[in-house]
Nanobody
Framework: VQLQASGGGLVEAGGSLMLSCAAS????????AAWFRQAPGKEREFVAA????????LYGDSVKGRFTISRDNAKIMVTLQMKNLILADTAVYFC?????????WGWGTLVTVSS
């Protein structure tokens, strides 16, 4: 499984941004997927996760009510809609997939929130 994240950029506080994670592999629809992020000088932090069918989602406390994770298995893609962004959301965002018990990580995409 190869994962490619995109959609990062510079946004003002209070603004919105949508990240996309394009995956390769015909079995991606069987994989749970997630987003993590890592801010400068901090450890990687869980952001959101979604089951293989998209029926269940889970969010980190810091993003609940502001971020929405979704997936389109036909397009082999997972997205993260981010709203009401705050300075603390500045980080490199990584997409992740659990493929048959193995961890797969994509290259990160940088999100910078300015005041």
């Amino acid at each position: 499984v190869q994962l490619q994240a995109s959609g990062g950029g510079l946004v003002e506080a209070g603004g919105s941004l949508m990240l996309s994670c394009a995956a390769s592999g015909s079995t991606f629809s069987l994989d749970a997927a997630a987003w993590f992020r890592q801010a400068p000088g901090k450890e990687r932090e869980f952001v959101a996760a979604i089951t293989s069918t998209g029926s269940r989602t889970l969010y980190g406390d810091s993003v609940k009510g502001r971020f929405t994770i979704s997936r389109d298995n036909a397009k082999i893609m997972v997205t993260l809609q981010m709203k009401n962004l705050i300075l603390a959301d500045t980080a490199v965002y990584f997409c992740y997939a659990d493929h048959l018990g193995d961890d797969f990580w994509g290259w990160g995409t940088l999100v910078t929130v300015s005041s």
